[in-house]
Nanobody, 113 residues
Framework: VQLQASGGGLVQPGGSLRLSCAAS????????MGWYRQAPGKERELVAR???????NYADSMKGRFTISRDNAKNTLYLQMNSLKPEDTAVYYC????????WGKGTLVTVSS
């Protein structure tokens, strides 16, 4: 499975961004996909996940602000991020799993005025 994330950039506090992750390869085997992030000097953390059955879960600090979704026809995962805060600044990584984990290269999100 190959994952290609895009959509990062510079946004002002309170603004919005939508990240995309295009999946290719053995995607029929995927049990779920998700977004993680890693801020400077911090460990990578879960942002949100969605299973093949459509169940979602979010990290507490993202609930109500971020929405994970997917378009199966396009083999693409999305993360809509609203009400962005400076502490959301991080490299965001796309993840997929079946019997192993797959990671894409990250996309940098910078929230700053």
């Amino acid at each position: 499975v190959q994952l290609q994330a895009s959509g990062g950039g510079l946004v002002q506090p309170g603004g919005s961004l939508r990240l995309s992750c295009a999946a290719s390869g053995r995607i029929f085997s995927i049990n779920g996909m998700g977004w993680y992030r890693q801020a400077p000097g911090k460990e990578r953390e879960l942002v949100a996940r969605i299973t093949s059955g459509g169940s979602t879960n979010y990290a507490d600090s993202m609930k109500g602000r971020f929405t994970i979704s997917r378009d199966n026809a396009k083999n693409t995962l999305y993360l809509q991020m609203n009400s962005l805060k400076p502490e959301d600044t991080a490299v965001y990584y796309c993840n997929a799993w079946d019997y192993m984990n797959y990671w894409g290269k990250g996309t940098l999100v910078t929230v700053s005025s």
